[in-house]
């Protein structure tokens, strides 16, 4: 399985303790998604980031809810990658 959130560059000069926001996810669980579709959007210090699908394959869990928070090497959720 392949974890869905943010890479390393993105809390780029962030503050320690800072967290993102899961603004909304566009795919729900179980939903079959294609390399580079958008799954969700996160907001990180009110910059708005979109996190696409790294392969082809199917959402496995959402971890983190729209309207909840995440730190920094948290994954929000999983995707399941096809053959």
Request: proline share 4%.
């Amino acid at each position: 399985m392949i974890a869905i959130g943010l890479d390393d560059g993105a809390w780029k000069d962030v503050e320690p303790g800072t967290e993102a926001l899961v603004d909304r996810w566009l795919v729900g669980q179980g939903e079959a998604v294609k390399a580079g579709a958008v799954l969700a959007v996160v907001v990180l210090v009110k910059t708005s980031i979109e996190l696409a699908a790294p392969a082809d394959g199917a959402i496995d869990r959402i971890d983190v809810a729209a309207g909840s928070t995440f730190a920094r090497g948290v994954p929000i959720g999983w995707l399941r990658e096809t053959a």
